[in-house]
């Protein structure tokens, strides 16, 4: 069955522009969750959704940064006003649920760099 | 504050040369040690879940064990095909996030 999608797979802009990156889960998967993923660094997790509850948005770095789902379904992660600090691999994952016996699949990521 | 640590940072392997990953945690109430492949330019492929202590899980020429402390990823004669990046990643209680190390880079040499 198809993983998860993310696009676009590459993005570069110029400092001070917005960008939206966006995610498919795998179908079926109550919660999806947003990573980044800086160069030599661990992987840090941004927002988290889980069904129609509230999402959690306590890893986002700045006000800049904000996300949506629709539903169980896409997700879009949206940088406002990026910076260079923005450049990353934005990872995104989805599970069956949250519950800490399901792992977590994630997709190919988008590549932001800003310029 | 949950943290990961994986080591060495870098390890260069010959073919069929079997070693050891290393990864430590201090994550309150673990409920979950994860480890991930991750090739080039991919996201993070799944491997292990771990739940306690003194378990050991395998898969082809892979095996991961944990302890109260830290987690082993053992690789038996490993093949060029098993060059990438390896995480290992907590989870605390129920939460549902998960603390990840920076990664090993793996590479093996034929």
């Known amino acids: 069955g198809a993983g998860v999608s993310q696009s676009p797979s590459n993005k570069v802009t110029e400092k001070g522009k917005d960008v939206e990156l966006r995610c498919d889960p795998i179908s079926g998967h109550t919660a999806l969750y947003w990573y980044r993923q800086r160069l030599g660094q661990g992987l840090e997790f941004l927002i988290y959704f889980q069904g129609n509850s509230a999402p959690d948005k306590s890893g986002l770095p700045s006000d800049r940064f904000s996300a949506e789902r629709t539903g169980e379904s896409v997700s879009t992660l949206t940088i406002q006003r990026t910076q260079q600090e923005d450049s990353a691999v934005y990872l995104c994952?989805?599970?069956?649920?949250?519950?800490?016996?399901?792992?977590?699949?994630f997709g190919p990521g988008t590549r932001l760099t800003v310029l | 504050e949950d943290q990961v640590t994986q080591s060495p940072e870098a390890l260069r392997l010959q073919e069929g040369e079997s070693s050891s990953l290393n990864c430590s945690y201090t994550?309150?109430?673990?409920?979950?040690l994860f480890w991930y492949r991750q090739d080039p330019g991919k996201g993070p492929e799944f491997l292990f879940t771990?739940?306690?202590a003194g378990e050991e899980k395998e898969k082809e020429r892979l095996k991961a064990t944990l302890t109260k402390k830290e987690s082993f990823l053992h690789i038996t004669a490993p093949k060029p095909e098993d060059s990438a990046t390896y995480l290992c990643a907590g989870r605390r209680g129920s939460n549902y996030k998960l603390t990840f190390g920076k990664g090993t880079l793996l590479t093996v040499n034929p």
């Open positions: 994550v309150s109430g673990l409920r979950g």
């Open positions: 994952a989805s599970s069956l649920d949250a519950t800490s016996l399901n792992e977590q699949f």
């Open positions: 771990l739940y306690s």
